[in-house]
């Protein structure tokens, strides 16, 4: 291959990434665009007379509802890893009777789409009074992310060398310090993952949040933006850059977790 | 993802089925151990938790709502729980209406058209990223971005790039002397742009699963083809695409799971309308339970079990598939 080549297969390359990424780019462009010049025509292409009013506006009125995704991302990473860790061990590693359905329990989980879950949650929260409320959005978010984490750990923790768990029994630790101490520590990477995904389907939810907290006092970015644009059709710069500001902690994973996330989305779906 | 964006909601499987599933898997502890009591239950101990949830966060949502489409609820009934039994009424009346005929056709269209352009276009972008050269791999991790932003964010960017006045595709189209086009709100190119937006969600994931199903052909198959003289066209015919049949299968099928359930990029961008022009069986769902003031649960109920079986379907033609690249 000649250098010529590869930089005529980098300019290509080059040219892909701007197609793909285009929409992202026009989001960040509209969200610098003063109002009067939204309706320019043609539309600037590239924003030469930049305003902050957009993001003045986010910082004013969204902040809450960034906070309130915050806690709901962490509190799904939290009952995920809780939940799936302990789950995976015991799948990968212990002797367990119905090993196979259980596996086979968790792919069925995943395949069942997110308005079914809602209604039933939906039934389920307005007797117990949990709709509104961060708690009840933190258990539905995290359904989309308990069985993936349980078959990523499982599948992690299969290839963890039976020696080092041999090791710390002969040392006479349980299978609680067991796991504490040997398990979780090498299984960093898998960690990592999970909380990732956890965090971000937490964040970016839509469905369960505009179904089971709809007139809660704490309402998530997902649903401010939706908000949003229902209410100013023709702010269309606060709601690119409330948009943008939403995408942040998106941004922020790829760079400095790419590996992480390449490696989730391949999870298993390809054996490595 | 995610899918919705997820969409996209994320692939998510192992190959943890096969491994702890079949005795013939030769993995495993030497059985030689006699197995104590107290390890038993540790083991117990750490599977309780998701025992636990998936009864109770899983189970019971979906036993709820399969007994919400048995039952006549009215907004009434639903919050004082004394519901009629109705039996499958729901599922007639559902599949008799005037718009089932419509959700179905939307639904196979969205479907469809969906995965196999992203499908095409993940699998062009693997082959040509295939290549390394300069960047290649920093170029790679940006094709993730759509998939990794939240959903509502990417569907009401694409809603102002297709905004019939403004809209940036329109003056773009405008350029070479196409009149201006009403995506989101004329009933014949509705279905299209939720398309357009659902493509362009969907590459990446396609991208990512079948480049490192690529990294995974060996080498020097190819190189042996071009020294018998193959050109690159004949080598993609008759090596990659061969090759990759397990996991092009895998990819597919996921699609179609994850695009079944597609519910936030239309809702945003079309609410399903302009009358039922964009509505599939999911959206259809939706709207009658959460998307009218008026919610009647149990024919939304009975649509969402429908995709339920849709989607098992699929689901068993994918483990079957799996169980069987696992085999050879």
């Known amino acids: ?272 | 993802m995610r899918p919705t964006l997820h969409t996209v909601e994320s692939p998510a499987r192992t190959n943890a089925t096969a491994r702890t599933g079949s005795p013939r898997s030769g993995r495993g502890e030497p059985g030689t151990r006699r197995r104590s009591s107290a390890q038993r239950w540790a083991a117990l101990a750490f599977i309780a938790p998701l025992i636990i949830y998936l009864v109770v966060f899983y189970a019971f949502p979906l036993y709820r709502n399969v007994e919400l489409s048995l039952h006549d609820y009215t907004p009434r009934a639903f919050v004082q729980g004394n519901a009629d039994y109705v039996g499958f009424s729901n599922f007639t009346d559902v599949i008799t209406s005037n718009a089932f005929g419509v959700a179905v056709r939307n639904t196979i269209l969205f479907t469809l058209v969906s995965i196999g352009a992203q499908f095409t276009i993940g699998l062009a972008l693997a082959v040509f990223f295939r290549n390394n050269f300069r960047l290649s791999g920093t170029l790679r991790a940006l094709f993730l971005v759509p998939w990794l932003l939240p959903l509502i964010v990417s569907a009401s960017t694409w809603s102002w790039m297709l905004n019939s006045e403004n809209g940036i595709i329109n003056s773009f189209l405008g350029a070479f002397g196409i009149g201006q086009i009403n995506w989101l709100t004329s009933p014949q190119w509705a279905l299209v742009s939720v398309i357009i937006a659902n493509i362009w969600l969907g590459i990446p994931f396609n991208l990512v699963i079948l480049y490192s199903g690529l990294q995974n052909i060996p080498g020097d198959v190819y190189e042996a083809a071009s020294l018998d003289g193959a050109n690159a066209w004949k080598q993609f015919w008759h090596i990659t695409l061969p090759l990759l049949r397990p996991v092009s299968a895998i990819t597919l099928l996921l699609g179609l799971i994850y695009t079944l359930k597609v519910v936030d990029v239309i809702w945003i961008m079309t609410t399903g309308g302009p009358g039922n022009a964009s509505t599939t069986l999911a959206i259809w769902s939706y709207r009658r339970a959460f998307g009218t003031g008026q919610p009647d649960f149990s024919q939304a109920a009975a649509v969402g079990n429908l995709l339920i079986v849709f989607a098992l379907v699929a689901g068993f033609v994918y483990l079957y598939l799996q169980r069987r690249e696992e085999r050879s």
């Open chain 1, 1 to 272: 291959m000649t250098p010529q080549r590869t930089r005529w297969k980098t300019a290509l390359g080059i040219f892909f990434t701007a197609v793909m990424l285009f929409p992202v780019y026009w989001m960040v462009n509209v969200s610098l665009t003063k109002t009067s010049d939204m309706r320019a025509d043609p539309p600037h292409w590239f924003p030469w007379n930049p305003t902050f009013e957009g993001y003045v506006d986010v910082f004013n009125q969204q902040l809450p509802n960034l906070m309130t995704s915050l806690i709901i991302g962490l509190g799904c990473v939290l009952l995920t890893l809780v939940i799936s860790a302990p789950a995976g061990y015991a799948l990968a590693k212990l002797r367990l009777p119905g090993k196979g359905s259980m596996s086979f329990l968790l792919l069925i989980a995943q395949m069942i789409p997110s308005v079914v879950m809602a209604m039933g949650f939906y039934a389920i929260y307005i007797r117990l009074g949990w709709l509104n409320t961060v708690g009840g959005l933190i258990v539905a978010n995290s359904t989309i992310a308990v069985p993936f984490g349980v078959l990523l750990f499982t599948t992690f923790m299969s290839g963890i060398p039976q020696e080092f768990i041999q090791a710390a029994k002969v040392d006479g630790a349980n299978t609680w310090r067991t796991f504490r101490s040997v398990v979780l520590p090498v299984s960093r990477n898998a960690i990592l993952t999970v909380s990732l995904f956890a965090f971000l389907w937490a964040w970016s939810d839509f469905i369960f949040a505009s179904t089971l907290n709809r007139n809660g006092d704490m309402i998530p970015i997902t649903l401010g933006i939706y908000a949003y644009i229902g209410n100013n059709t023709t702010q269309w710069n606060s709601i690119m850059a409330t948009a943008v500001v939403a995408s942040i902690p998106a941004a922020v994973l790829l760079i400095v977790a790419q590996r992480y996330v390449a490696s989730g989305v391949t999870a298993g779906a390809v054996k490595d």
